[in-house]
T-cell receptor, first 113, second 110 residues
Framework: KAGVTQTPRYLIKTRGQQVTLSCSPISGHRSVSWYQQTPGQGLQFLFEYFSETQRNKGNFPGRFSGRQFSNSRSEMNVSTLELGDSALYLC????????????FGQGTRLTVV | TQLLEQSPQFLSIQEGENLTVYCNSSSVFSSLQWYRQEPGEGPVLLVTVVTGGEVKKLKRLTFQFGDARKDSSLHITAAQPGDTGLYLCAAAWNDYKLSFGAGTTVTVRA
């Protein structure tokens, strides 16, 4: 069974630009969650999508948004990038919800310059 | 806001020694998970515990869930260099969000 796939693995963007990250969950998993990981703040929950609906949301500004498609693939968008958005963005899929168990992808390393 | 506290933050031991990592909260968990993360990779789920007092073993790793479901520990026996990594506990409360501790960086020296 293929694992969670995130693309791209690395990304360098300039302040003010926007970026879209992609996540393909494990086949059959309907829940996709996104996390931001930084050395200072650790792993922070961004949001969770389940069957194309946002089911839960963390404490991040509206510049961070996401969506899920009918095939469970998910995208995360960050608009008007700031230097502080530099982080490892992780996607996790789960059959029932991340609060039960989460299977993570390798992440996308975003650097904002 | 529920917080998970992990201790210690860093742990460096010699191959063959034992180690214990702790995870604590002031609130009762619905469930608790332990993950290990290696540099450049995403966290990998090690175990999920849901019942107070539960003990689970995974080869040389022993996971314990406190009776009051507010704390957990991970014990590694006879640590090996392959056990090196960032150990994260994660808990869900009644809001069904998964919150992570800051992690414990474990280094096992050969």
């Amino acid at each position: 069974k293929a694992g969670v796939t995130q693309t791209p693995r690395y990304l360098i963007k300039t302040r003010g630009q926007q970026v879209t990250l992609s996540c393909s969950p494990i086949s059959g998993h309907r829940s996709v969650s996104w996390y931001q990981q930084t050395p200072g703040q650790g792993l922070q929950f961004l949001f969770e999508y389940f069957s194309e609906t946002q089911r839960n949301k963390g404490n991040f500004p509206g510049r961070f948004s996401g969506r899920q498609f009918s095939n469970s693939r998910s995208e995360m968008n960050v608009s008007t990038l700031e230097l502080g958005d530099s982080a490892l963005y992780l996607c996790a899929s789960s059959p029932r919800g991340a609060y039960t168990e989460a299977f993570f992808g390798q992440g996308t390393r975003l650097t904002v310059v | 806001t529920q917080l998970l506290e992990q201790s210690p933050q860093f742990l460096s031991i010699q191959e063959g020694e034992n180690l214990t990592v702790y995870c604590n909260s002031s609130s009762v968990f619905s469930s608790l998970q332990w993950y290990r993360q290696e540099p450049g990779e995403g966290p990998v789920l090690l175990v999920t515990v849901v019942t107070g007092g539960e003990v689970k073993k995974l080869k040389r790793l022993t996971f314990q869930f406190g009776d009051a479901r507010k704390d957990s520990s991970l014990h590694i026996t006879a640590a090996q260099p392959g056990d090196t990594g960032l150990y994260l506990c994660a808990a869900a409360w009644n809001d069904y969000k998964l919150s992570f501790g800051a992690g414990t960086t474990v280094t096992v020296r050969a």
